[in-house]
């Protein structure tokens, strides 16, 4: 079940208790995050600590950037018993789209996804210079990014965005460790 980022806003402010579950990584959630979302990356979610975090409420919303990991967790979630729970349509893209409150971190870094495509853009451009320039076998690197582009675009599964988001840089600040995630 999807559900319109309007309509999660007036149940909240209804005061209807909606549980907000954010499936996205420590740093996107640092970034900017709806007021009230858990913490709960797609890559550690577990059921037991959704339905705890569910427990007494109307509904569980899951949160990602656009839709696709939510719906992973959705299957996920589901297949292990998991009710009550909703998809925000759009994800916190389109929640900021529909002029809804979001927190922001006050730390300036380079969003994940920007760095995900200057590295495959650098990696693409360097790769046809040197098809052109050196063998013509360099053309396999813009090749083998195109496919990863492909796939990711299909599946909203990015292995260098999964790997990018391990590196020291991106690590999340959580009392004074780096963690990959502040729900420990």
């Known amino acids: ?73 959705f299957e996920k979630l589901r297949a292990a018993g998991c009710e009550n729970l909703a998809i925000l349509e759009g994800g916190v893209t389109d929640w900021e789209s529909a002029g809804l409150p979001l927190e922001r971190s006050t730390r300036k870094r380079l969003p994940l996804m920007r760095q995900v495509q200057l590295i495959i853009g650098v990696l693409a451009l360097t790769g046809s210079l040197l098809a052109l320039t050196v063998n013509k076998n360099f053309a396999l690197l813009p090749a083998f990014l195109g496919a990863g582009l492909t796939m990711a675009g299909s599946t909203g599964w990015c292995g260098l965005a999964i790997l990018l988001s391990k590196m020291p840089w991106n690590k999340v600040e959580c009392g004074g460790r780096n963690v990959q995630s502040c729900s420990v």
């Open 1 to 73: 079940m999807k559900v319109q980022a309007k309509q999660v806003q007036q149940d909240l402010q209804s005061g209807k208790r909606v549980a907000l579950i954010d499936v996205r990584t420590p740093v996107e959630h640092e970034e900017m995050r709806i007021a009230g979302s858990r913490l709960m990356p797609l890559d550690k979610l577990d059921a037991a600590s959704v339905k705890a975090a569910a427990a007494g409420n109307e509904s569980c919303v899951l949160i990602c950037r656009s839709g696709k990991r939510a719906e992973q967790a």
